[in-house]
C-alpha cells in the first residue's frame, strides 16, 4: 500500500450518497462495488479494483403498504451477504429490501422482500445471518434472514429507532442481544437475536434502557469491551449534546455514566456535538 494512502479510482454515482460495500460471498471477495444514492434513485454495480460501472439500477417503484407509485425512492442502507452472492440493499420510501444477486451482473437477479416503508440503516447480528434495519417512521425493526432469504420479523419499537449498525453484546439475562437508540425518546432498546438457544426471546424486546434523552443517532460496543456507548448528538439540551453515556453491559440496571467530552476537548465556542462512538480494533480505546 501507499504510504500515505492516495486515490487510487473514483467515480461520481450520484447525490447524498450514504451507503457503499464491496462483495463479500467466498470466491467474490472485493470483486465488486455498490454504492446507494438518494438522486437519482438508484444503485450502481462496479468493479472492485478500478471502480468501473458495470450496472446502473433504479429504484423507483410501488410502496409495500398503500401501493402507491413513488419516483424518488432513496437507498438507504446496503450490506453484503455473507451466505450467497448477493448485495442487501435498503430502499427507503418504499419499504422495500432488494436481495441483488451479482453472480451474473449482464444477466441480474432482484429479488424483493416487502418490509416497512421508512428503512433507513442497520447491521448485522453477532452471526452475520440477519440483517436487523429499522424503519425509523414506521417505527419497526425489520429483520431480514439472509439465509433463508425472507423477512424474519417485523420488531414494534418506540419512535424513530436509530441505530447505525446497531451494536451486539451479550444481556446476562436474556442473552445475545441487538441493539438500537432512538431520535424522537430516550429508550435504547434491545433485540433477541438469538432463535436456537434463546427462541423465547428472537425478535422480541427483552429489555428498553433510559439514556439521556431523544436525538440520538447511534450506539457502539465491542467483543472485548463491557461498555455500550450511546451518543445524543440531535438533543436540544447542550450538556446532553455534549457528553455521552456509558452502560455497563454486565450491571445495565444501574444506569449510565455520563463523560462530558466537550468538555474535556476544550475546543472553545461552538455545537461541540459529541456524535458516532467507535472502538479501535483492540477495543480498549473509543
Known amino acids: 500500500y501507499m504510504d500515505p494512502p492516495k486515490r487510487v ?15 463479500k460471498f467466498k470466491g467474490f471477495e472485493d470483486k465488486l462495488a455498490i454504492a446507494g444514492a438518494y438522486w437519482p434513485p438508484q ?10 460501472p458495470k450496472k446502473i439500477m433504479s429504484t423507483r417503484g410501488m410502496t409495500v403498504d398503500t401501493q402507491e407509485y ?23 420510501e418504499t419499504g422495500k429490501v ?16 416487502e418490509a416497512a416503508r421508512f428503512l433507513h440503516d442497520g447491521g448485522w447480528d453477532s452471526t452475520h445471518r440477519y440483517f436487523m434495519t429499522a424503519a425509523n417512521k414506521s417505527n419497526k425493526i425489520a429483520v431480514i434472514d439472509s439465509k433463508d432469504r425472507e423477512v424474519e420479523a417485523l420488531v414494534d419499537v418506540k419512535e424513530i429507532p436509530h441505530p447505525g449498525r446497531g451494536a451486539n453484546f451479550v444481556d446476562p ?12 425518546n430516550a429508550d435504547v432498546t434491545l433485540v433477541g437475536t438469538d432463535p436456537k438457544r434463546h427462541k423465547k426471546n428472537a425478535w422480541k424486546v427483552v429489555r428498553t434502557l433510559k439514556g439521556q434523552g431523544g436525538g440520538s443517532l447511534f450506539v457502539k460496543t465491542h467483543p472485548k469491551s463491557n461498555n455500550l456507548w450511546v451518543d445524543s448528538t440531535l438533543n436540544p439540551d ?11 453491559i454486565n450491571d445495565l440496571e444501574s444506569g449510565f455514566t455520563v463523560l462530558p467530552i466537550a468538555e474535556w476537548a476544550d ?5 461541540k456535538r ?6 479501535n480494533k483492540a477495543g480498549d480505546e473509543v
Request: proline share 8%; charged share 20%; hydrophobic share 45%.
Open 43 to 52: 444503485y450502481v454495480i462496479m468493479d472492485g479494483p478500478t471502480l468501473k
Open 9 to 23: 479510482a473514483e467515480i461520481k454515482i450520484g447525490l447524498e450518497a450514504r451507503s457503499v460495500e464491496t462483495s
Open 98 to 113: 432488494l436481495l441483488v444477486n451479482y453472480s451474473d451482473v449482464e444477466a441480474l437477479s432482484v429479488t424483493t422482500l
Open 238 to 248: 447542550p450538556k446532553i449534546s455534549q457528553s455521552i453515556a456509558v452502560f455497563d
Open 267 to 271: 475546543i472553545g465556542e461552538g455545537p
Open 274 to 279: 459529541v456524535v458516532q462512538p467507535e472502538y
Open 173 to 184: 439475562k436474556f442473552g445475545p442481544v441487538w441493539a438500537t437508540s432512538a431520535l424522537g
Open 70 to 92: 413513488h419516483p424518488e425512492p432513496r437507498v438507504a442502507a446496503i450490506v453484503a451477504s455473507h451466505e450467497y452472492p448477493e448485495f442487501i440493499v435498503n430502499v427507503k
